[in-house]
């Protein structure tokens, strides 16, 4: 094995997971942690979480790779993090500081996150929406709630001013940079992505003035990083944070002070670092050719896990409408990255399941046959087939259809406002209506992967291929439905639930291998071909499901893309008429 090692951490939505990973991408360790989550039973919009409890989740995650691996802690030579787009919030010396409504809102406390799929915020959103900005602009036209802009001016709204004015904000990558070095410096990732620093010129002191966030601009935006160590700089993915790892985290982890920590990035940029450079040729075969950088930019990676987001990078920015970015440098410095997504997919699955009457029969028949509840659910879907006499399962649901909105619209429409439908409905509540609703929710989250690829591909994408990571890569099912709806290859990940963390670590040893360079006067497009290499040497080939859907299958989903298509303007149109109504 190599002698040198990276440590991969990644912050999900329920859990913090770190590996460690040679420098031909083997995982020779891997630990992963449960985080908490918090809600309120009286507001379904809300999510919290502690950087405490994260922080206490990553250690022990790291201390147990450390542990099992016997590897040396000066074999280690880079670190990296990616973690959800989620508002992090602490005081001016990096104490946490509360988040929940009430009187307790910005005093001392362990819930300091807004998680990003916390929708509280939706009256800012519009707020800022009806600006005219030029920020919005890089988000598809349309700010997300989910973004932290929209949060913190939240939080501005209900918290006392002078607990406000002792607050930073930091997109949660970054502040587990910053709670790992101890220098505050934001990456691009974060800030262009998610805090409205728009490329080129930075923050907007007129837009942010003008949705009532004028203090950011008075204090020179020290809040969301441009203060203190980071003096207003922004770094590329992987690019060395400060000097390395801090004397108080490396005792912590038992690792040597000093080690290079690389710029942090979102979770779903380190399932597109950790796919997209994988072999495979358009013939439809795995090939030991290597892919180059150029080849990027017709590649969309899928990270779908509670959510899907969807990234494709491109050498020039491709504005489209709902579709976040075009954002600059977010990885490689030049490039521009859009970010489709869906709020809902496996969240989506899970609740279809779990609020269903037959789901505890489900449970007994998995625990009976001593299989997992989505193999029962496939068997008796395909004896419901045959017993119906037709090919597909397609055909099998065609007089039934599921819109799967039931988190709003992330995109391409960006509509907090969606909810999901289903038409054709019957007086059904037996284990097999369980198993047609199932299948309908993995078809209604492919169509709407379509929707999105169609969107980039109409505005001047060319995306040729589909690369997924995350839990739902293990649904073969939804994988086929992928790329029969889509008319698109996708190609699996090695490992489903490695790909995101191997991206961390990959940011690990490019901030090793570019300090070293920066040291030696290694240039950016040195360093760009450094990463890209890095890509492709940690990445192991992926398996490729290439679309196979017959001559009826295809007018099958065609017909039900159209009324997928259809049922969005409906459902538009209905909201309009009520709310008419209601004047």
């Not at 074999?75 to 010396?93: E, M, N, P, Q, R």
């Not at 930073?168 to 502040?175: E, S, V, Y």
């Not at 070095?181 to 800030?191: I, Y």
């Amino acid at each position: 094995m190599s002698e040198s090692y990276y440590l991969g951490i990644d912050v999900g939505t329920g859990s913090a997971r770190a590996s460690l990973v040679s420098a031909d991408g083997n995982v020779v360790a891997s630990s992963t942690v449960e985080t908490k989550t918090w809600r309120d039973p009286d507001d379904h919009r809300i999510f919290e979480q502690s950087t405490s409890n994260i922080w206490a989740s990553i250690s022990s995650a790291i201390k147990t790779c450390l542990s099992t691996s016997q590897i040396a802690p000066a074999a280690v030579k880079g670190i990296g993090f990616d973690a959800t787009c989620s508002l992090a919030v602490s005081d001016l010396d990096g104490a946490p500081l509360q988040v929940t409504k009430g009187a307790d809102l910005g005093a001392p406390g362990e819930r300091n996150i807004i998680l990003w799929a916390d929708h509280r915020a939706e009256k800012e959103a519009n707020l800022i929406n009806n600006t005219g900005s030029v920020v919005l602009d890089y988000v598809g036209g349309t700010m997300s709630l989910e973004m932290e802009i929209p949060k913190i001016l939240w939080l501005k709204h209900h918290m006392p001013p002078a607990r406000f004015a002792q607050c930073q904000f930091f997109d949660l990558p970054d502040f587990l940079t910053y709670r790992a070095t101890g220098d505050g410096t934001r990456s691009c990732c974060s800030v262009t992505c998610k805090c409205s620093y728009v490329p080129n010129s930075g923050w907007q002191d007129d837009f942010f003035a003008q949705i009532g966030l004028g203090d950011l601009v008075e204090s020179g935006y020290r809040p969301i990083g441009a203060g203190r160590a980071a003096q207003g700089r922004v770094l590329t993915a992987g690019q060395p944070v400060g000097k390395g790892l801090s004397t108080k985290t490396a005792e912590e982890w038992g690792l040597v002070e000093g080690t290079p920590v690389g710029s942090g990035i979102i979770d779903a940029y380190a399932g597109w670092l950790g796919t997209v450079a994988a072999r495979y040729t358009e013939e439809g075969t795995l090939s030991d050719v290597v892919p180059s950088l150029e080849e990027s930019r017709h590649r969309l990676a899928a990270v779908a896990g509670t959510s899907t987001c969807h990234l494709v990078q491109s050498p020039k920015g491709v504005f489209v409408n709902g579709v976040w970015g075009p954002y600059k440098d977010p990885v490689f410095r030049g490039w521009w990255m859009n970010e489709g997504g869906q709020s809902s997919t496996g969240q989506l699955i899970d609740f279809i399941l779990t609020t269903h009457p037959a789901y505890p029969e489900l449970q007994e028949r998995a625990k009976a046959q001593g299989k997992n509840i989505f193999v029962v659910l496939g068997d008796l879907l395909e004896k419901l087939r045959a017993e119906e006499g037709v090919a597909t399962l397609t055909e099998l649901l065609k007089d039934v259809h599921m819109y799967p909105d039931f988190h709003g619209n992330r995109s391409p429409i960006a509509d907090p406002r969606m909810r999901g439908a289903l038409t054709g409905l019957t007086l059904d509540s037996t284990l097999p209506d369980l198993a047609r609703k199932y299948h309908l929710a993995l078809e209604s989250i492919a169509l709407q992967t379509r929707h999105i690829l169609d969107t980039l591909n109409a505005a001047g994408h060319a995306i040729r291929a589909v690369y997924m990571s995350g839990g739902q890569a293990t649904n073969r099912v939804l994988m086929q439905l992928f790329a029969d709806a889509c008319g698109v290859p996708v190609v699996l990940p090695f490992e489903h639930a490695g790909a995101v963390v191997r991206g961390a670590a990959v940011l690990g040893r490019f901030a090793a291998e570019a300090k070293a360079g920066q040291e030696r006067g290694m240039g950016e497009k040195e360093q760009d071909e450094l990463l890209w290499r890095i890509m492709v040497e940690m990445t192991p080939p992926g398996t490729l499901v290439p679309p196979a859907a017959s001559p009826k299958e295809k007018k099958l989903l065609e017909a039900k893309y159209k009324i997928f298509r259809e049922s969005i303007e409906i459902q538009k149109r209905w909201r309009q008429e009520m709310d008419e109504a209601s004047k």
